[in-house]
């Protein structure tokens, strides 16, 4: 594994390191010819790169997921296609240096919204824990009844504040999105994230996958003022994926998605208390394996392509 898709970013001409998330690396032009050619093409932008680093209850783990990151670019750009009438995307090139070549994409950068946008269509993670403490999920009321696994009456926009990174994002009130970015981009960020979830519904559920719950990012493009789609898009990372021949509400279902690394780290297998402050276990050869395949295993049914890896 290099150091492209985990550990220390790579020294990529043309480009300057500016900032490295759990999973991703983010590098603007350097002032270099390279760096000032794309600015005078593109505009003002950024180059994103996905690593293979995994993260879960707020931790990066070890070691990484093979070829996860190469995944993850794949997979947004085939979803930023399909979704190219409802709402423009931040790509655009994917011209990038041989070192992060299948792993990067260059982006326009947009003036991000504090608010991560999540659509449900069935309860499940975060959602079935507010909804079990008093029925409802960010203030959203539910039917009685809901299990596990329960698909939803209609899909609902719960939205979360954004956290600072190595903290938890907070579940809040559609309110709280008014109080932040004002009544009419609020709604236009509903609106948006509810239309994305049900072109993705309906494209997953033909290729005989449950789109359970995804995040989605928006900012403002700063040339022409639109909404954009930024940051990744409809990933096993941002979005939980259920094979629909499998589906029976009533417990945790099986999944295209790291849930399989969260279901470990919460298991007597790998002996971590989640409450307490010791880092979480190394994952096993064998979980890393696994949740390598469902990775590719989301790619390939949702895309009907083969990844080359």
Same mark, same amino acid.
Not at 63 to 91: C, E, M, R, Y
């Given at each position: 594994m290099n150091d492209a898709s985990l550990g220390t970013p790579p020294v990529l001409p043309g480009w300057r390191h500016v900032y490295s998330g759990k999973v991703r690396d983010l590098y603007e032009p350097d002032g270099t010819t390279a760096g000032v050619a794309l600015r005078d093409l593109h505009g003002d932008v950024v180059l994103v790169v996905a690593s293979d680093r995994v993260s879960a209850y707020d931790h990066v783990l070890s070691?990484?997921?093979?070829?996860?990151?190469?995944?993850?670019?794949?997979?947004?750009?085939?979803?930023?296609?399909?979704? $190219?009438?409802?709402?423009?995307?931040?790509?655009?090139?994917?011209d990038v240096p041989d070192a992060v070549a299948g792993r990067a994409m260059v982006c326009r950068r947009l003036e991000m919204f504090p608010v991560e946008c999540v659509a449900r269509g069935y309860l499940t993670g975060s959602g079935l824990a507010e909804y079990r403490h008093d029925g409802h999920v960010t203030g959203i009321a539910l039917?009685?009844?809901?299990?596990? !696994?329960?698909?939803?009456?209609?899909?609902?926009?719960?939205? $979360?504040?954004?956290?600072e990174l190595g903290d938890h994002d907070e579940n809040v009130?559609?309110?709280?999105?008014?109080?932040?970015? !004002?009544?009419?981009?609020?709604?236009?960020?509903?609106?948006?994230?509810l239309a994305v979830?049900?072109?993705?519904?309906?494209?997953?559920?033909?290729? !005989?996958?449950?789109?359970?719950?995804?995040?989605?990012?928006?900012?403002?493009?700063?040339?022409?003022?639109?909404?954009?789609? !930024?940051?990744?898009?409809?990933?096993?990372?941002?979005?939980?994926?259920?094979?629909?021949?499998?589906?029976e509400p009533g417990h945790p279902q099986p999944s295209f998605d790291k849930q399989y690394v969260r279901d470990w780290l919460t298991s007597p297998a790998s002996g971590w208390d989640r409450a307490s402050d010791a880092p979480p276990p190394a994952l096993p050869a064998d979980v890393v394996a696994r949740t390598r395949d469902r990775y590719l295993d989301a790619y390939e049914r949702l895309t009907g392509r083969t990844l080359d890896v």
């Open positions: 070691p990484g997921i093979p070829d996860k990151g190469v995944v993850l670019t794949a997979l947004s750009l085939w979803w930023f296609d399909q979704l $190219a009438d409802l709402v423009p995307n931040h790509v655009v090139s994917t039917p009685a009844g809901l299990v596990d !696994g329960s698909r939803l009456p209609e899909p609902i926009f719960t939205p $979360a504040a954004k956290a009130r559609f309110s709280v999105v008014v109080d932040t970015v !004002g009544p009419e981009l609020a709604e236009r960020l509903r609106d948006l994230t979830y049900a072109r993705a519904e309906t494209v997953a559920r033909e290729r !005989g996958v449950i789109l359970a719950d995804t995040k989605l990012e928006f900012g403002t493009d700063p040339t022409t003022g639109a909404v954009t789609l !930024g940051d990744e898009v409809l990933t096993p990372d941002s979005s939980r994926f259920w094979p629909a021949d499998a589906w």
